[in-house]
């Protein structure tokens, strides 16, 4: 694995798309990166959308916990990569 990208998720289901969208259409073969999503307790869509995203692409990771704020996520989304 080349690169990771940790995506913390937090009630951003209205941006969560676009954003993905990005990550994915990456100039480099999709076996060279990863895309981690860490879900930190969203009350809307957000889960369900990186859900998606995971089914469609094989590099798209979807970890969820319980809300425990930006650098918790971050740092949970570093010990997930590759």
Do not use: W
């Amino acid at each position: 694995m080349k690169l990771s990208f940790v995506v913390p998720v937090y009630n951003v289901a209205d941006y969560l798309t676009e954003c993905l969208d990005s990550l994915i259409c990456q100039d480099m073969d999709k076996e060279e990166y990863e895309i981690i999503v860490i879900n930190d307790g969203s009350t809307d869509n957000s889960l369900e959308i990186a859900h998606r995203y995971q089914r469609e692409n094989f590099n798209v990771k979807v970890f969820s916990q319980a809300n425990t704020g930006l650098s918790m996520t971050r740092n949970r989304g570093v010990k997930e990569a590759a």
